[in-house]
């Protein structure tokens, strides 16, 4: 069983920054791929990024350019970097653990992010 708790959301302005981080409870060096999801009001939940434990990354298009994703395997965190914020990025993010060898799959509780002048 892994837990993970998201920090780091909040109101920014358009154009502005925020870093949300996603601490497991155990050990995520090298068993899981990690991953930042969001849910905007009225819409379904939609894969933002991932990063394996090797370092390979996905990023959704929208967020290309303007998101970072990584991770510190001896702090069992991953970070989302969000630069750029526009509107269309207010949802909760939530944090995701897959492992690469089970089908165990685990969810943070999710932190709000709202982009608004």
């Known amino acids: 069983q892994v837990q993970l708790v998201e920090s780091g959301g909040g109101l920014v302005q358009p154009g502005g920054s925020l870093r949300l981080s996603c601490a497991a409870s155990r050990s995520i060096s090298s068993s899981y791929v990690m991953g930042w999801y969001r849910q905007a009001p009225g819409k379904t939940r939609e894969l933002v990024a991932t990063?394996?434990?090797?370092?390979?990354?996905y990023y959704v298009d929208s967020v290309k350019g303007r998101f970072t994703i990584s991770r510190d395997n001896a702090k069992s965190t991953v970070y989302l970097q969000m630069n750029s914020l526009n509107p269309e990025d207010t949802a909760v993010y939530y944090c995701n653990a897959q492992s690469a060898y089970t089908a165990s799959n685990y969810w943070g509780q999710g932190t709000q992010v709202t982009v608004s002048s």
């Open positions: 990063i394996t434990s090797g370092g390979r990354i």
